[in-house]
């Protein structure tokens, strides 16, 4: 069988969820399954360490990807001459995007559908091209993979499909986040927070994410307990941070937020298993790999209690009202405050981590392939 990928998030030291997700996945399922070919579609010049075993043929197109208007070039017009050059059995998209010009069977993993739910984070072009084409790639996908139950049910409701076309495959972790010893805290906390403890936020600044909402709580914790603690963010504003920088500046405790920018995954693993809790208060998650990054750091978690995150985080973390930042400063509290707290949640943690592996994920999705490749 020869299978076509869809390869565009797999860029070098600039991996996040999606393309953590591609990269996981397809570095199993080629090794997994030398008997097959592996068409990999790049939509620039690919790195080497992407082209996991011997039968992954890679090409790139010449323009790549990366605007509403190329989206379309890309999808409707290089992916499909493409596959009729190679004439796969299968496409896999990992990311979303696929092609509506073409007859081959596609399996199209949605993540989650905020722009459907959430217009005003999104540029205009964007979600329109959002709006406009993912509910006919739900259409058109032989079968379409996501990441939670609650994703499941938000396509099926939203997009009126049929219950048996979608399979759900949880992401899972990378193997490099682990505990780390008192020592490796220490330093890592001189470095980042001034030797001071700190929660930390893990992902990209936009609105859906409630980054006003969890610096509105630190401020409210800050002022109630006079704690030294600092609050990390770590990750890059996805459109416009305007309303943070606006934030920030009315903050009074604004001098222990620190952003650290992205981080690559070896140092992201030090400063997250070296942190007080992982804070993730979103509107909408169609998973939230932090959270399971956290619980194999040895570290609790605070999370939304609305979306997917209840189903993630089981009763490993303290479900916060993401709209209410009282909420969301008491769990700050009752962390910083309360060791047998703090302990429990760590050991809660290592049971509900086990749920999530890569390789699980990797076995769901091959056998997505495998139906829709069955005529």
């Excluded at 990999?40 to 360490?49: A, G, H, L, T």
């Excluded at 509900?352 to 490749?373: H, L």
Aim: hydrophobic share 45%; aromatic share 12%.
């Amino acid at each position: 069988m020869r299978i076509a990928v869809n390869t565009q998030h797999l860029l070098k030291d600039k991996l996040e969820g999606i393309g953590w997700f591609a990269h996981e996945t397809l570095s199993r399922i080629t090794r997994n399954h030398p008997e097959h070919e592996f068409l990999f579609i790049f939509d620039r010049p690919w790195d080497k360490s992407f082209i996991y075993a011997d039968n992954i043929v890679p090409v790139a197109t010449k323009i790549p990807s990366r605007h509403p208007f190329l989206w379309y070039w890309h999808y409707e017009n290089d992916i499909p001459k493409i596959l009729d050059i190679y004439k796969p059995d299968v496409f896999f998209s990992p990311d979303g995007w696929m092609s509506l010009k073409t007859a081959v069977p596609t399996v199209d993993v949605i993540h989650d559908i905020n722009f459907m739910h959430r217009p005003k984070d999104f540029p205009w072009l964007y979600l329109k091209y959002y709006r406009k084409f993912f509910p006919q790639y739900a259409q058109k996908a032989k079968r379409i993979v996501t990441v939670s139950e609650f994703s499941k049910a938000d396509i099926i409701y939203t997009f009126a499909l049929n219950p048996g076309k979608i399979d759900v495959a949880y992401n899972g972790c990378n193997e490099l986040f682990t505990g780390v010893s008192k020592e490796v805290k220490a330093t890592i906390q001189h470095k980042f927070s001034g030797g001071m403890p700190y929660f930390i936020y893990v992902g990209s600044l936009n609105p859906r994410k409630n980054i006003i909402g969890m610096l509105d709580a630190f401020e409210l914790f800050k002022k109630q307990t006079k704690s030294g603690h600092k609050l990390l963010l770590v990750g890059q504003p996805m459109w416009s941070a305007s309303d943070i920088k606006n934030k920030m500046a009315d903050m009074q405790f604004r001098g222990d937020v620190v952003f650290t920018n992205r981080l690559s995954s070896e140092v992201l693993q030090m400063v997250m298993a070296s942190a007080e809790a992982l804070v993730l208060v979103s509107f909408l998650e169609g998973f939230g790999i932090p959270v399971i990054e956290a619980m194999y750091c040895d570290i609790p978690v605070i999370c939304s209690n609305v979306t997917s995150l209840p189903e993630i985080a089981g009763d490993a973390a303290l479900l916060v009202n993401p709209a209410n930042p009282l909420s969301i400063a008491r769990a700050f509290k009752e962390i910083a405050l309360d060791p047998d707290v703090r302990e429990g949640l760590i050991e809660k943690g290592r049971v509900q981590r086990q749920k999530f592996s890569w390789d699980k994920t990797a076995e769901t999705v091959w056998k997505a392939i495998e139906k829709a490749a069955k005529k």
